[in-house]
């Protein structure tokens, strides 16, 4: 076992503060990664204040992991010392049903569902995994990223979550050039998927609660920018739209999202609000037979094609950058929407 300094949640109404941890030994799929960068996803605080349910205390959040390989197992291939190399939302599952055989290991039908990079109960040594804000990891090289070397690293952490939650569902309903796109919510998911739906070629739509954010977003690359709290700028996109991401992370009404949308089309949702949304309007989708959806990351495939794909484009995340004892300020300001447009931890402020 490996010591590992960490910060984390020992309560959903307590801060997080620092905890060490211990890291199980290098196995032979094994590569052990000392964390550079570790991103702040809105689902980091969900778990860490019990907003789902479910929450296993302490609770080491941090899924947007980058780093360096400082140690692989004898049978690992894909990997060597000194390499970059990122994790994301999960660090192992079943490998056998018919979602694994598919590459879609975040649908995974075995009894134990995907293992979590954190908060999961840990298939290897036991208790639950300990995600990323922390000074290192041991992850199967199976569930493990390559990191593309022209990109800055900081600022890569973040497509571990928010770039593949948006990537995934722009590819999968099949998002082309010249469709007309929304983004709902210029967060950390949103402020990538503005970037991703552009570079894809779309005509691309942010809407927004934040007036503040309208420039901000026209630089990210949106067209257009539409205040959703206006009902008279809403109206003037009514039946138009051929697909809407949805990232936001608080419950709101969906019906005016929804009469955007053209016959046939969908909104899907990847924002998971503590609090449900009011149930839909069944008229507003019946009558144009258009489809509310959700998306739940990507698999470990298509992560790597979406990593590929930014360094193609020179897509990253805007990021703060904060010290690992900023951590609970960031939350506070993460629920003021006041994020621009990622915080992303270096982990040489850890404590040790
Ligand atoms: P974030 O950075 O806090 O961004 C959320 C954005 O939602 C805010 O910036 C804000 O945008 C908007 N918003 C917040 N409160 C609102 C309200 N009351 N009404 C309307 N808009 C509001 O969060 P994130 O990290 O992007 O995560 C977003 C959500 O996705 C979270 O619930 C997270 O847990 C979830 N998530 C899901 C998946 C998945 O696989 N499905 C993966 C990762 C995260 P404006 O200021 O522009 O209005
Ligand atoms: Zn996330
Ligand atoms: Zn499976």
């Known amino acids: ?86 994790v994301g939302c999960m660090v192992d599952s079943c490998r056998t049903c018919a979602s694994c055989k598919e590459g879609l290991e975040q649908f995974c039908e075995g009894p134990e569902s995907f293992t979590q990079t954190y908060n999961s109960p840990d298939r290897k040594s036991g208790g639950f995994t300990a995600g990323g804000y922390s000074t290192s990891i041991v992850v199967d090289e199976a569930f493990t990223l390559s990191i593309p070397g022209n990109l800055e690293l900081a600022a890569v952490a973040p497509l571990l979550c928010a770039g593949i939650t948006t990537y995934s569902p722009l590819r999968h309903w099949n998002v082309q050039k010249g469709h007309k796109v929304g983004i709902v919510g210029l967060g950390g998911l949103g402020h990538m998927g503005v970037k991703i739906a552009a570079a894809m070629g779309a005509h691309v739509v942010l809407f927004t609660t934040s007036p503040g954010k309208i420039e901000d977003a026209k630089r990210l690359g949106a067209h257009e920018v539409v205040i959703s709290k206006d009902p008279a700028q809403m109206a003037a996109h009514a039946n138009s739209f051929d697909f809407i991401l949805n990232t936001v992370a608080a ?24 609090h449900p949304h009011p ?20 698999g470990i495939a298509e992560t790597q094609e979406m990593l590929d794909f930014c ?21 506070e300001r993460m629920l003021k929407s006041d994020v621009k447009y990622r915080f992303v931890i270096d982990m040489a402020t850890m404590e040790k």
Not at 251 to 274: C, I, N, Q, W, Y
């Open 1 to 86: 076992m490996l010591k590992a300094y960490s910060y984390a949640a020992a309560a959903a109404d307590k801060p997080l503060g620092p905890l060490e941890i211990q890291r199980r030994d290098v196995g032979p799929n094994d590569v052990r990664i000392d964390i550079l960068f570790c991103g702040v996803c809105h689902s980091d605080l969900h778990m860490a204040r019990n907003e789902w349910g479910g929450s296993n205390f302490p609770v080491v959040p941090g899924h947007e992991i980058v780093g360096r390989v400082a140690e692989v197992g004898s049978d690992v291939s894909k990997f060597k010392v000194g390499d970059l190399a990122g």
């Open 251 to 274: 419950s709101h009404d969906l019906d005016p999202f929804m009469a955007l949308l053209k016959r046939d089309a969908t909104m899907t949702l990847v924002g998971a609000p503590e």
């Open 311 to 331: 360094a193609e484009h020179g897509i990253t995340s805007d990021i703060e950058m904060i010290r690992m004892d900023e951590i609970n300020k960031a939350y």
């Open 279 to 298: 149930s839909p309007s069944v008229m507003n989708m019946i009558f144009k037979r258009r489809s509310l959806a959700g998306s739940l990351i990507g």
